[in-house]
């Protein structure tokens, strides 16, 4: 028999919810165990090597110490391909809200004071892309179910992982829901990727872009619009920072400098 | 095709006489909107008296937005076996009816869509006539009227409603239904009838100039103000999503773990999305905004009429109350004519 491809799980800050995602594909998880060698499974395994040779790393997470950096750095190159895996590796997370406003300090020493850190040196939530290079990318917050395994699998076999690059308003129209910008909500769902099957504006609450910021995003006409409809600047600027993270400083620094 | 009389006094009893015949299908509020839901009591088949237009119209009963066409393993496939039911959808205006007519060409002319057809063969439209809505423009775009394509057409002419039977399945139901469907329509119906039409034909808000746009496409077509409506669209999608003749769609193969056995899915797409006009290599054939607009507004107003001997857009106003940005066939006509 082929010998089974190698999979560590890793997770740095974050809720820990993507590898709970993967937990959560119970019907399929047995399965899984076939066709994987599990390494490393951070929030599933107690028996878990540090940081393990493997062929694939899903990486959840954001790197917010020095510690995390030297741990990612590690995994890269242990890893065949590495997988930023949900919204905070990906873009930073709400944990990565206010990049590229230059206060993170400011901030730090607000909240811990003069305290000395040994261990772990905090710095500012970045996503990891910024430290390593990484191979693909699953989105989400969490990833779903369906769109977790089809690129899981996807790499089982050697290929790059597809995702859904169409807005949150696709799945949102798939089921017939009222336009929420047009019902005068702050709706994030244009700028935001789909794949979550829009269960928020379903619930007649407006998308906040948990899943990251997608390609074609239009933050412009969107803004205009929402002043449009009489949101202040600042709160629709804070709304597109929330799970924006570097994508939006990246993107959009343009419309940060109207703040 | 004949005419009949049902009496409002009758109309609770509609529903007994449908549900024989399937699933009762009409539009149900949803928010400030509606939607095509599934009716369950008599009292919940309303038949209104303005022109109500679903958020989604009738293609998502021919056309899930989302299905699995086959299952397949290294050897072979099967089609999964569908329990598709008949389903006879309630207050279907006349643009949404001209709307299936352009689908039911689209999808059988050169290669039959099976997918389709077996929706299509269990799909019973009954059609009413209502007061047109603020955005509605089908006077313009020659869909008010509808004379095939349903099974049942109603009628408002007061205390009854005029039932026009179109179809062998509609003839079917109006039998089963004989207590409540007359063969004595009233003397006075003739006058009533150009009368109705005529106070519908005054109603209309919407005045949109849709003379000569086929033309205008063309002529227009490099005009600056695609770019303009370019730099405002979201590629949100939402006007191919709720146009009742969008019908692209995307076509994926879901495998599983192994590798091996998988399934395959077909789901709507749109062409606002870039992802829609991506090829091999990278290369984009539609690589801006404005680019794909401009190919919607070719397709809505031109282009289906050298395939198919009319324009696809049907007026139904769907993407006039759904972009968030305004952009829609009344603007982009506005552009058009300066």
Not at chain 1, 138 to 152: F, H
Not at chain 2, 135 to 157: A, Q, W
Not at chain 2, 187 to 215: A, C, M, P, Q, W
Request: net charge negative.
């Amino acid at each position: 028999m082929k010998k089974k491809p190698t999979l560590g799980i890793y997770g740095f800050t974050g809720c820990a919810g993507c590898q709970l995602a993967v937990l959560d594909c119970e019907d399929i998880l047995v399965d899984l165990f076939n066709y994987v060698d599990i390494k490393v499974f951070y929030e599933a395994m107690s028996n878990n090597e540090d940081v393990a040779n493997v062929d694939i790393a899903l990486v959840e997470g954001s790197i917010n110490t020095n510690k995390q950096l030297n741990e990612l750095k590690e995994i890269r190159e242990k890893a065949g391909v590495l997988v930023a895996f949900g919204s905070c590796a990906n873009f930073g997370g709400i944990q990565a809200m206010a990049l590229g406003d230059g206060k993170w300090e400011q901030r730090f020493t607000r909240v811990y004071g003069d305290a000395k850190f040994t261990v772990a040196i905090p710095r500012e939530a970045q996503p990891i892309h910024k430290f390593v290079k990484v191979d693909a990318f699953i989105p989400g917050c969490p990833p779903s179910t369906p769109q977790m395994l089809r690129a899981l699998t996807q790499l089982l076999h050697g290929n790059q992982p597809t995702y859904t690059n169409s807005p949150v308003c696709l799945e949102c129209k798939f089921r017939e829901n009222e336009c929420l910008l047009n019902d005068g909500k702050l709706c994030l769902g244009p700028l935001t990727m789909g794949g979550c099957t829009a269960p928020c504006p379903s619930h007649n609450t407006p998308c906040i872009g948990c899943w990251g910021i997608i390609d074609e995003a239009n933050h412009t006409s969107e803004l205009k619009l929402l002043k449009e409809k009489g949101f202040k600047t600042e709160d629709i600027i804070q709304r597109f920072r929330i799970f924006g993270g570097s994508k939006i400083v990246e993107k959009v620094q343009k419309l940060l400098e109207v703040e | 095709m004949r005419a009949l009389k049902l009496s409002k006094k009758d109309e609770i009893k509609l529903y007994d006489v449908l549900k024989e015949f399937g699933e009762v299908w009409a539009p149900v509020p949803k928010g400030s909107k509606y939607v095509y839901g599934k009716i369950e009591k008599k009292e919940d088949l309303v038949i209104h008296e303005e022109c109500i237009l679903p958020i989604i119209p009738v293609k998502k009963f021919l056309m899930p937005p989302d299905f699995t066409m086959l299952k397949f393993t290294p050897s072979k496939y099967s089609i999964p076996e569908e329990d598709i039911p008949t389903t006879v959808v309630v207050g279907v205006p006349a643009c949404d009816i001209h709307a299936v007519n352009i689908l039911d060409k689209f999808y059988t002319t050169d290669y039959v869509d099976n997918y389709y057809m077996k929706r299509r063969e269990r799909l019973i439209i009954i059609g009413k006539s209502g007061t047109p809505r603020e955005n509605c423009f089908c006077h313009k775009s020659n869909t008010s009227i509808v004379e095939e394509g349903y099974d049942l057409f109603f009628f408002d002419l007061g205390d009854y409603y005029l039932v026009w039977v179109g179809s062998e399945k509609g003839d079917d139901i109006v039998r089963k239904g004989a207590d409540i469907f007359s063969e004595e329509v009233p003397k006075d119906v003739s006058k009533k009838f150009v009368e109705f039409r005529r106070n519908r034909n005054k109603s209309y808000i919407n005045d949109v100039d849709l003379e000569g746009v086929t033309d205008l496409m063309e002529l227009m077509y490099d005009a600056p103000f695609w770019d303009e409506f370019g730099e405002k669209c979201l590629s949100c999608g939402q006007c191919t999503m709720v146009c009742p003749t969008c019908t692209c769609f995307n076509v994926i193969d879901d495998l599983a773990l192994s590798g091996e056995t998988g399934e395959r899915r077909r789901y709507w797409d749109s062409c606002m999305f870039k992802d829609y006009s991506l090829v091999a290599g990278q290369h984009n054939f539609r690589e801006s905004k404005a680019e794909r607009l401009k190919l919607w507004y070719t397709h809505k107003l031109k282009a289906f009429i050298g395939h198919f001997g009319s324009p696809s857009c049907v007026g139904c106003g769907r993407c006039i109350e759904t972009c968030p940005v305004d952009i829609n066939v009344v603007t982009v006509v506005e552009k058009m004519k300066g």
